[in-house]
T-cell receptor, first 113, second 109 residues
Framework: NAGVTQTPKFQVLKTGQSMTLQCAQD?????MYWYRQDPGMGLRLIYY???????DKGEVPNGYNVSRLNKREFSLRLESAAPSQTSVYFC????????????FGSGTRLTVV | QKEVEQNSGPLSVPEGAIASLNCTYS??????FFWYRQYSGKSPELIMS????GDKEDGRFTAQLNKASQYVSLLIRDSQPSDSATYLC?????????FGAGTTVTVRA
């Protein structure tokens, strides 16, 4: 019963480096999301994919790109990491496109120095 | 104005008491509302969903929704130390959820 799996769990990057955060779900969900969580600011949506083949910007997309590789996988890429991207990143999925609750992955704690 | 507002707390309640958490939202078109619990260092976990005005009960949790006032609340009855966590209010907006910053609850023995 894996649910939503994120890798890696922890990562330290130097400013300017790039990396990809991986997310996979095994629940046959249509919609997938990437959020970042910062102290006092709650969860903020970076990008989402309402269904396979589509992606859209969320509230804070600058500095990020995404790929919906197939129905199961949704990756988040930082092309040139900045200290402002230090955060905890959560991937989530939802069964249907629309107002349903999410299932979250365990998160990636990213530090950019 | 943030889309979803919560009191940040911390909210401290004695064991066995009722914890009351409040949330207001700005989009009158929102149709679905959720409460998530997040333990320190862990991911959010869905505990309640509510879609229509009134109360919805699930065990020791009761969610209350008033769309006219754009207000949703969560009551935790018979609070236990294991309820100590941050509670996130989430409101639907098209295909995605907007989250409040969370209310931290501490249940003291």
């Amino acid at each position: 019963n894996a649910g939503v799996t994120q890798t890696p769990k922890f990562q330290v990057l130097k400013t300017g480096q790039s990396m990809t955060l991986q997310c996979a779900q095994d629940m046959n969900h249509n919609s997938m999301y990437w959020y970042r969580q910062d102290p006092g600011m709650g969860l903020r949506l970076i990008y989402y994919s309402a269904s396979e083949g589509t992606t859209d910007k969320g509230e804070v997309p600058n500095g990020y790109n995404v790929s919906r590789l197939n129905k199961r996988e949704f990756s988040l890429r930082l092309e040139s990491a900045a200290p402002s991207q230090t955060s905890v990143y959560f991937c989530a999925s939802s069964e249907l496109t629309g107002p349903y609750g999410y299932t979250f992955g365990s998160g990636t704690r990213l530090t950019v120095v | 104005q943030k889309e979803v507002e919560q009191n940040s707390g911390p909210l401290s309640v004695p064991e066995g008491a009722i914890a009351s958490l409040n949330c207001t939202y700005s989009d009158r078109g929102s149709q679905s509302f959720f409460w998530y619990r997040q333990y320190s260092g862990k991911s959010p976990e869905l505990i309640m969903s509510i879609y229509s005005n009134g109360d919805k009960e699930d065990g020791r949790f009761t969610a209350q929704l008033n769309k006219a006032s754009q207000y949703v609340s969560l009551l935790i009855r018979d609070s236990q130390p294991s309820d100590s966590a941050t509670y996130l209010c989430a409101v639907s907006n098209d295909y995605k959820l907007s989250f409040g910053a969370g209310t931290t609850v501490t249940v003291r023995a």
